[in-house]
């Protein structure tokens, strides 16, 4: 690819560039930095209607883009130096072919800019780089793009500024159609919204996209957020890739098809900035149409960042408003959600042509009312429940749990409260158990307003979670209250009692370890992937001393057995009592092993405290980035 440098002092440059030996390209993306410190931001203006201007910080249109995809031999554009510039500029180009072949950041040789108003001298004759490493020459006009079409775009040439005097204050044009009330536009560049678009998904906000899985990875092509206000407005989040040329757009739809939807997109504007305008589809056409707010401005609050082919349009919208004479309700309304991206057409009305790939449509209406929490507030239940649940899970239960399976036979003869000390610590901790899996799903019913719109399978982005949760909570709640209906531990049935609570305690709480690892991938928990390592981890230590407890035990009970007495670790009748089978309440000492099983009590509840804790953490402060590369 072929850049061509314009030499000489000069206030307007022409900078043509050319594809020289190269295959035509199809894209281009140019900028003027001075030399002295290139990462300053971009300096001069751009002047075109061929191609699109991009404003990057808080000059306007100081770099400039394609506007197609159309193949290019050449393309020349008119650049202007600030009023007051007076030193060595370069131009840094990024060149497009194709998608695997692409020359990013190449700079042209210097050119010194200069307040003096001299004309510059003829251009040099070009020079002919390598594919590799383009570099810059300054060629005459190209038979495919001459500057003739370019004059209509040549402004006056500004006086030398005096000194004495300030200089004089630009004026943005005004817009004077397709322009929606209330809308401003902020600066694009050193802002951060991009980087944050995905934060608090789920959470504080619904966000809808084209691929469910995107979410989790911080990587969607489109997306489509939206929130509730405390004023009863509506902030909406246009987010995708974009291309000078294009539009981003949102559809509210009653029936999910399309036709009689009302449309809400974002789109460029003549001096390259953006706006965001309505449209009503009338079968598979969309029109550009005024809306009218039924409560408030109808948008306020416009933002929008454009940066590395990504575009973020941020604004608030009322949340009544009639498009051609149809009222649409995002309070009250189910409405379907039309995401889509594509071409819009090159004159002022900006129409939305019809979309082809990057579209998609929500399964089931989409209550906007109740699908997000109100802006500001940070998804605080949802942490809550995550956190309530892997204490429950992962810490009181596991523990409550090892107790009554191994340690009948351990502190024997110590009472509290006249029960056997593991009696007393296993219902303690399968209390609070009960108590936690009981406020974290109030958590949770709370914070998204009833049951979950998530899918449970099937759909793209299904996740069981919700469901397993429910029946494991359910489980845990029926446990206290087989406990109540338990017969003595000498009667006949007791052993059916033993099986049953062991069996529906057990289902309870591997549900709840599997409940949790399908949490992980929700877009709500926002948590990194190598959680799951931490939760395999968990797992591990937790087989490993089952494991070791077992094999202490069938130790134990050859020792008791070669001394001709009876332990039975593992008799049905003895499981789950509270410590006065016959047995037991003969027994003076603990059995074999007492000091390991101590041990190992206490390294699994030091190994659990820290898993748990990390667990907690990680939750609380999530989202996923917080913590590194997911």
């Known amino acids: ?37 290139p990462s300053l931001p971009p300096v001069g203006r751009f002047y075109t209607k061929q191609h699109a201007t991009v404003s990057c910080g808080a000059a306007q249109a100081n770099s400039i883009t394609h506007a197609d995809s159309k193949e290019k031999e050449a393309v020349t554009l008119l650049w202007e130096s600030p009023a007051s510039l007076d030193e060595e500029v370069a131009f840094r180009v990024t060149v497009v072919q194709n998608y695997r072949t692409f ?119 489109l997306m489509v957020t939206h929130s509730r206000l405390s004023s009863g407005a509506y902030r909406f989040q246009l987010y995708g890739r974009f291309q000078p040329g294009n539009y981003l757009g949102l559809g509210l739809s009653r029936d999910k098809i399309m036709g009689s939807d009302a449309v809400v997109y974002c789109a460029t504007r003549d001096d390259g900035g953006f706006q965001v305008l309505h449209a009503y589809n009338l079968g598979k056409q969309a029109f550009p149409m005024q ?103 992962l810490g009181t239960a596991s523990v409550g749990m090892l107790l009554a399976r191994y340690y009948k036979q351990t502190w024997v003869g110590r009472k509290l409260a006249g029960l056997d000390l593991w009696f007393q610590g296993h219902r303690t901790l399968m209390v609070i158990t009960v108590l936690l899996s009981l406020a974290g799903l109030v958590c949770v019913f709370i914070q998204v307003g009833g049951w979950t719109a998530t899918p449970m399978f099937g759909a793209e982005g299904a996740n069981p979670h919700p469901l397993l949760g429910i029946i494991c909570v359910a489980l845990a709640v029926l446990q206290p209250l087989m406990a109540l209906c338990r017969c003595h531990p000498t009667a006949s049935r007791r052993p059916i009692f033993n099986w049953l609570h062991w069996m529906v305690g057990s289902a309870a709480h591997n549900l709840g370890i599997v409940t949790i690892f399908f949490a992980v991938k929700l877009p709500a928990a926002q948590l990194p992937f190598w959680t799951y390592w931490v939760l395999v981890i968990f797992v591990v230590l937790h087989v490993l001393t089952h494991l070791a407890m077992s094999a202490q035990h069938c130790v134990a009970d050859r020792a008791a057995r070669g001394h001709k007495t009876t332990s039975e670790a593992y008799r049905m009748r003895d499981m789950a009592t509270n410590g006065y089978s016959g047995q037991q309440a003969a027994a003076q000492d603990d059995a074999p092993g007492g000091g390991f099983r101590r041990a190992l009590l206490g390294l699994y509840i030091f190994e659990n405290l820290v898993l748990v804790t990390l667990l907690v953490v990680m939750i609380v402060l999530a989202p996923a980035d917080s913590w590194g590369s997911s």
């Not at 002092?9 to 993306?29: A, C, D, N, W, Y």
């Not at 005096?162 to 200089?167: F, L, Y």
Request: aromatic fraction near 6%; glycine fraction near 6%; charged fraction near 20%.
């Open 1 to 37: 690819m072929l850049l061509y440098e314009a030499q000489g002092i000069q206030e307007r440059l022409m900078v043509t560039i050319s594809r020289g030996q190269q295959p035509p390209f199809k894209g281009f993306f140019a900028q003027a930095r001075l030399v002295r410190d």
């Open 103 to 221: 020359w990013v950041n190449h700079d042209s040789a210097r050119v010194r800019v200069s307040e003096s108003g001299q004309e510059p001298p003829a251009p040099a004759d070009a020079v002919t780089p390598s594919a590799a490493a383009p570099s810059a020459a300054a060629p005459p006009p190209t038979k495919e793009e001459p500057i003739d079409d370019m004059t209509h775009m040549l402004v006056p040439r500004r006086p030398k500024p005096n000194r004495s005097s300030p200089s004089p204050r630009t004026t943005e044009p005004t817009c004077t159609e397709n322009c929606e009330p209330s809308t401003t536009t902020a600066s694009l560049a050193g802002g951060n919204a991009l980087e944050t678009v995905y934060d608090a998904c789920l959470l504080s906000k619904g966000c809808f996209a084209l691929s469910d899985g995107c979410l989790q990875g911080r990587n969607c092509d």
């Open 291 to 393: 809306a009218t707010s039924r409560e408030g401005p109808l948008v306020s609050d416009f933002s929008s960042e454009y940066r590395d082919g990504l575009l973020l349009c941020e604004f608030t919208h009322s949340p009544r408003f009639t498009v051609r004479g149809e009222d649409f309700d995002l309070v009250s309304d189910d409405l379907h959600l039309m995401m889509v991206s594509g071409t819009a057409s090159a004159d002022s009305e900006r129409r939305p042509q019809y979309h082809r790939d990057s579209r998609r449509v929500s399964a089931a209406p989409v209550r906007l009312a109740s699908a997000g929490a109100a802006a500001g507030d940070s998804g605080l239940l949802f942490r809550v429940h995550g956190a309530l649940m892997v204490i429950a899970w």
